[in-house]
């Protein structure tokens, strides 16, 4: 037996087995009201089953290229795949007429495919596609798989609020080109049907599938599309004990300075994740370059630093009330969507985790008389 062979072989029991887990998982570990675990665990499991049907046929000849049925199938879990994303960037915007609308090409093809008069014939390899191009049965199938290529563009347009998303553009671009990862693997395949490209596919799906199954249940904030509110007030400048010894020093009524903290505490930009110092740079008719040197004469290690010691300073305001807190909520009220990043700097900044620094403040509120 060949050593591709040997790989398929491995990869077609393996791939099923990562894809039902995760879906499995997802499916559990999902949160009232919130559908995006929901979204991401129905193509999890759909191409667990796919995979795992595919295991029956492992036996047989190599499959027909740009095979009708692998068509169909690549665009109805491409679609369930932009599901998860759709629902991250905009909690609740997919309705169910929405939803149906976004399913209507792939209804319409599998219509087409069945009202059609004859059957596709079998084409065995990339030249015969060259040589047949001309064929109705040919040209149309690769203009469904032309098709297939605007989904990537229209989380575009999909309107993206940071105060109801759960995720930045950082991580729902990251998931995007993983998906265009899957794609490429699968399109080669479709019309090439190399050993290669089948390896390839089935190893990245599988690698795709655990990365973003760990992102979204160990690092990503995930909160309710109504996420509790916490009574909050406008935030004052955060004034750490290095920053003390240095605002009395060089700099200390740079107008841009000034300018920087009124502009960030008039609209609380620290909430919004995808605030950066490109951003803040043009709203203050400034470069980066002079904006970062600022910062950093203040005492910070750099921007960075500068906005989540703005986050973690809320959160701490928010934990001194009297109110109740929730740990992951209020990270996502203040500006974070990793929660390892915002461990990471609370810790940093307090020397202790969340969970410690609110059982200090409820021993210290129950001694007090």
Same mark, same amino acid.
């Given at each position: 037996m060949k050593i591709e062979e040997v790989l398929i072989d491995g990869l077609f029991h393996f791939t099923p087995c990562i894809f039902l887990l995760s879906g499995i998982l997802l499916w559990r570990r999902r949160q009232p009201g919130d559908r995006s675990r929901l979204f991401l665990a129905l193509p999890f499991l759909l191409a667990g089953i796919m995979f795992s049907i595919g295991i029956f046929r492992s036996g047989s000849s190599s499959p027909a290229v740009l095979s009708v049925s692998l068509l169909c199938r690549g665009w109805t879990s491409l679609t369930l795949l932009y599901l998860y994303p759709i629902e991250v960037i905009s909690p609740g915007w997919l309705t169910f007429k929405k939803g149906i609308l976004l399913f209507v090409p792939c209804i319409l093809l599998n219509l087409v495919l069945l009202c059609l008069p004859f059957q596709f014939r079998e084409l065995t390899s990339f030249c015969d596609i060259i040589e047949n191009i001309t064929e109705f049965n040919v040209w149309f199938r690769l203009v469904v798989l032309l098709c297939i290529i605007p989904y990537s563009l229209m989380l575009l347009y999909i309107p993206y609020n940071y105060n109801r998303s759960s995720a930045n553009y950082e991580w729902i671009a990251l998931y995007t080109i993983g998906i265009q990862g899957i794609g490429f693997f699968y399109v080669a395949y479709l019309l090439t049907s190399a050993a290669a490209m089948a390896i390839g596919h089935m190893a990245y799906s599988s690698l795709f599938c655990l990365f973003v199954t760990y992102?979204?249940?160990? %690092?990503?904030?995930? +909160? !309710? +599309?109504? !996420?509790?509110? +916490? !009574?909050?007030? %406008? &935030?004052? *400048?955060?004034?750490? *004990?290095?920053?003390? &010894?240095?605002?009395?020093? /060089?700099? /200390?009524?740079? *107008?841009?300075?000034?300018?920087?903290?009124? %502009?960030?505490?008039?609209?609380?930009?620290?909430?919004? !994740?995808?605030?950066?110092?490109? /951003?803040?740079? +043009?709203? %203050?008719?400034t470069n980066r370059n002079k904006l970062s040197r600022i910062i950093q004469e203040k005492g910070y290690d750099g921007y960075k630093e500068f906005i989540n010691r703005r986050r973690i300073n809320e959160f701490l305001k928010i934990a001194d009330s009297d109110k109740y807190v929730n740990v992951l909520d209020t990270f996502f009220k203040v500006g974070f969507r990793s929660k390892a990043t915002a461990l990471r700097n609370f810790k940093e900044y307090t020397g202790m985790l969340p969970s410690e620094y609110l059982q200090l403040k409820l021993k210290q509120k129950t001694k007090m008389p």
């Open positions: 992102q979204e249940l160990f %690092l990503r904030i995930n +909160v !309710p +599309v109504t !996420p509790r509110e +916490v !009574p909050v007030e %406008l &935030s004052v *400048p955060l004034i750490t *004990p290095s920053d003390e &010894s240095i605002i009395s020093g /060089k700099n /200390k009524e740079n *107008p841009l300075w000034i300018q920087l903290n009124e %502009l960030i505490d008039n609209e609380q930009l620290w909430r919004n !994740p995808d605030t950066n110092i490109t /951003k803040l740079a +043009v709203r %203050l008719n």
